[in-house]
């Protein structure tokens, strides 16, 4: 299994700003995850993480709205630059082990007004 | 287009229906997922199925995976309360990225 812990779990933004979020794994992992989650809806890949390397977007992802960095192979982080009220979503960040089960952190709720 | 489409979006059942689940691919998988998320949590799996026309059992639920391992169902017998929730299946067709169906929210009313 993985522990993942994610923050901060809920903010408040200004349109325009941009917020950073934190993921750290408690063990080392290859890839990571970052999907995007609109209330009650499911979660949309935004991008893979990999350590060494350019996170690949998945497609309507681009690096400069979501950059991300992965400094390690138990970190990572997106930002979510620029924002705007549609950005108003629930973010989270996860790690796969093989291809048998995804773990995930409990999510960033961003509210941006 | 999504990956894995899911059916039904919505479903409000009164306690002690069963109920079933579709989740559907046009795309071949090594295996399926399917994952319970409730309110400010993440998903949380629930089974793995990895074999053509496998059927898993976790106490009232039932996962069957198709033969040719492009869908699978999910059936919850006797549904309590604590079974609402988001059920989401999910799927990893290259590598271990994963892709999740368009998702079924489940409300079981006591």
């Known amino acids: 299994s993985a522990v993942i812990s994610q923050k901060p779990s809920r903010d408040i933004c200004q349109r325009g700003t941009s917020l950073t979020i934190q993921c750290q794994v408690d063990?080392?992992?290859?890839?990571m995850f970052w999907y995007r989650q609109q209330p009650g809806q499911s979660l949309t890949l935004i991008a893979t993480?990999?350590?060494?390397?350019?996170?690949?977007?998945e497609s309507g992802f681009v690096i400069d709205k979501f950059p991300i960095s992965r400094p390690n192979l138990t970190f990572s982080t997106l930002t979510v630059s620029n924002m705007s009220p549609e950005d108003s979503s629930i973010y989270l960040c996860?790690?796969?082990?093989?291809?048998?089960?995804?773990?995930f952190g409990q999510g960033t709720r961003l509210t941006v007004v | 287009t999504q990956l894995l489409e899911q059916s039904p979006q919505f479903l409000s059942i009164q306690e002690g229906e069963n109920l079933t689940v579709y989740c559907n691919s046009s795309?071949?998988?090594?295996?399926l997922q399917w994952y319970r998320q409730e309110p400010g949590e993440g998903p949380v799996l629930l089974v793995t199925?990895?074999?053509?026309?496998e059927v898993k059992k976790l106490k009232r639920l039932t996962f069957q995976f198709g033969d040719a391992r492009k869908d699978s169902s999910l059936h919850i017998t006797a549904a309590q309360p604590g079974d609402t929730g988001l059920y989401l299946c999910?799927?990893?067709?290259?590598?271990?990225?994963?892709?999740f169906g368009t998702g079924t929210s489940l409300t079981v009313i006591p």
């Open positions: 996860s790690v796969s082990k093989g291809n048998t089960e995804a773990f």
């Open positions: 063990s080392q992992v290859t890839m």
């Open positions: 993480a990999n350590q060494g390397s350019e996170a690949t977007y």
């Open positions: 795309s071949v998988f090594s295996s």
């Open positions: 199925v990895v074999t053509g026309g």
């Open positions: 999910a799927g990893a067709p290259a590598g271990n990225q994963f892709y």
